[in-house]
C-alpha cells in the first residue's frame, strides 16, 4: 500500500455566477447507488512543477464547475428517503497528497484500487448529507514527478456516461479549449418533483417483483452476517478470443428461438453469474438474482441526448436458482440476462417511475443508507450479484495537458458480489472483470472462471 501524506485541501468553486435555487431529483436518481463512484488517472512525469499542475487543475475545475453547477451543489434529504439538490455552488473538494512512492512502483496491472486505496479520495458518510462535497477530487504526487488524479463523483447526481462527460470536457478545459458540449439538465422526461398520476390501478409490486426483497441465502433471515464478511477484489481479463469462444458456448446451447447472437455483455454475465453461484458452493435450491444495470438515454421515447447530466442508469433484476444456473448450459442462462434487459422499454420506465413514485418510503431501493449509518439498506450480496458494464464508455485518453494517462481504473470495490465490465485499455477487443467478493470464495472463482476458456 503507498504511504500518502495530506498537504492540504480546499473547496473549488464556480468561477463565475451559476444559478442558484432547488433541482428536483427524478426518481431514478434517489434509487441504487446514492455514494460516491471513484475511479483514478496516473501520469507519467510531466515538465511542470507539481505546484503549477495543482493551480492548473483548479483553476479549469473552477470553470468547468460553471456549465456543471449541480456538482457544486449539495444534497438534501426531503423526508420520505427522499432526496433533492441545493444548486448552492458550495464547491467540489480539491485534496493534495504526496509519497515517497514512484508510479513504478504501484505499476498499472488492474490492482491499484484494491491495493492502494489511499490514492482515491473518499466522502465522509458521518457527516450530515447536507455537508458532503458532490465532487471530490485528489491529487497526488509520486517521487518520480508523476502524478494521480483521483476522482469521486456523487452518483445521485452523475451515472456512469454524465460522469465522463464532466471529466472530459474538464481536460477539455485544462488545455485551454472551449465546452464542446454542455450538460443537458433537463429532468422533465422523468416527471422529477412531481406526484404520482392519478390512476385507477398504479404500479405495485406485483408489476415489478424484482424490486422486493433480495434472495437470502437459504437458513437466514437477513443479510447482516453477510455483510460482516471480509471481501476481496480480482480483476479478470478475458482476451477477444475467450471473449467469442464464450459467446459460441451461449449461442451454441440456447433453447429459445434466437433472432442474433448473445452480446458479449450478455455473454458474460450469464458467466459470472453461473460461476459466482458455483464459487459460493450454493445448494441446488439457492434462489439467487443479478442486478443488472441498464441505461434507459437510448431505451425512454423520445430518446435523452447523450449528454444528459444525472441518472439515467437503473437496475433490472434476473432470478433463478442456482441449480439451474450451475447444471444448465451457458446458453439458459445468458438467455436470462437478455430477457430482463429486453423487458426495458419507454412503457417499462415510465412504470417504474410510477412505482416509485407511489413508494411511501425509498430507503430499500438504496445504497446509502449503510455507509450513514450501518443500518439495512439495499444489499445485493451472497446469494446474489451486481454488473455494471463501462464497455460502452470512453474510459480513456483523457489529457489535462501533459499527456494521456498511463493508467485508468476504477476505485476499490468492497461490496460483495459486485462486478464491473470495462474494456481493456489496450484496445485489442479484451475484457476485464473486477468482481468482489468474500475472501473465502475469491481463490474458487478465479480458477472456475478460466477453466472454460482455456
Not at 468561477?15 to 428536483?24: L, R, S, V
Not at 499542475?53 to 483548479?58: A, F, G, R, V
Amino acid at each position: 500500500m503507498v504511504a500518502i501524506t495530506l498537504k492540504g485541501s480546499c473547496t473549488v468553486r464556480p468561477c463565475d455566477p451559476t444559478w442558484i435555487g432547488t433541482m428536483a431529483l427524478s426518481e431514478l436518481d434517489q434509487i441504487g447507488c446514492l455514494t460516491h463512484v471513484p475511479a483514478i488517472y496516473l501520469y507519467r512525469r510531466p515538465r511542470s512543477s507539481a505546484t503549477a499542475i495543482s493551480e492548473t487543475l483548479k483553476e479549469s475545475l473552477s470553470k468547468v464547475l460553471v456549465p456543471f453547477y449541480p456538482l457544486a451543489g449539495r444534497l438534501q434529504w426531503i423526508g420520505n428517503g427522499r432526496l433533492e439538490l441545493q444548486c448552492n455552488a458550495m464547491g467540489a473538494q480539491f485534496i493534495e497528497a504526496e509519497t515517497e512512492s514512484r508510479l513504478k512502483d504501484i505499476g498499472d496491472d488492474l490492482s491499484i484500487s484494491s491495493q492502494h486505496p489511499d490514492l482515491f479520495p473518499s466522502a465522509d458518510y458521518s457527516l450530515p448529507i447536507h455537508e458532503l462535497p458532490l465532487f471530490l477530487v485528489q491529487l497526488t504526487t509520486f517521487r518520480c514527478g508523476g502524478f494521480s488524479v483521483g476522482i469521486a463523483i456523487s452518483h445521485a447526481v452523475a451515472d456512469g456516461p454524465a460522469a465522463l462527460h464532466f471529466v472530459s470536457e474538464w481536460a477539455r478545459i485544462t488545455i485551454g479549449e472551449t465546452l464542446q458540449t454542455p450538460p443537458y439538465l433537463k429532468k422533465s422526461v422523468f416527471r422529477a418533483g412531481e406526484p404520482p398520476l392519478v390512476s385507477p390501478s398504479p404500479p405495485t409490486l406485483d408489476d415489478f417483483p424484482e424490486y422486493g426483497i433480495p434472495a437470502l441465502l437459504l437458513g437466514q433471515s437477513d443479510t447482516l452476517e453477510e455483510r460482516k464478511k471480509k471481501t476481496t477484489t480480482a480483476m479478470l481479463r478475458i482476451t477477444k478470443d475467450q471473449v467469442e469462444k464464450l459467446r459460441k458456448m451461449a449461442n451454441d446451447s440456447c433453447e429459445k428461438p434466437m433472432t442474433r447472437g448473445f452480446t458479449r455483455f450478455e455473454t458474460i454475465c450469464g458467466h459470472v453469474w453461473r460461476i459466482s453461484c458455483k464459487a459460493r458452493g450454493h445448494k441446488k435450491e439457492q434462489p439467487t438474482a443479478m442486478a443488472i444495470c441498464v441505461d434507459s438515454r437510448s431505451r425512454i421515447r423520445p430518446k435523452l441526448p447523450r449528454e444528459y447530466f444525472g441518472t439515467a442508469t437503473f437496475d433490472v433484476i434476473a432470478q433463478s436458482v442456482a441449480g439451474d444456473l450451475m447444471l444448465k448450459p451457458l446458453g439458459f442462462v445468458a438467455s436470462k440476462v437478455r430477457e430482463m434487459i429486453e423487458k426495458v422499454t419507454d412503457e417499462y420506465i415510465r412504470s417504474l417511475i410510477e412505482f416509485l413514485k407511489n413508494q411511501k418510503e425509498l430507503r430499500e431501493f438504496q445504497d446509502i443508507h449503510y455507509e450513514l449509518r450501518k443500518e439495512e439498506g439495499q444489499f445485493y450480496g451472497n446469494p446474489n450479484i451486481t454488473v455494471v458494464s463501462w464497455l460502452t464508455l470512453p474510459l480513456y485518453g483523457f489529457d489535462f495537458g501533459w499527456g494521456k494517462e498511463q493508467y485508468m481504473g476504477p476505485g476499490p470495490y468492497e461490496n460483495d458480489g459486485s462486478s464491473l465490465l470495462m474494456q481493456s485499455p489496450e484496445g485489442d477487443d479484451s475484457v476485464v472483470v473486477a468482481m468482489c467478493l468474500q475472501e473465502a470464495h475469491m481463490d474458487e472463482f478465479k480458477k472456475l472462471f478460466y477453466q472454460d476458456l482455456l
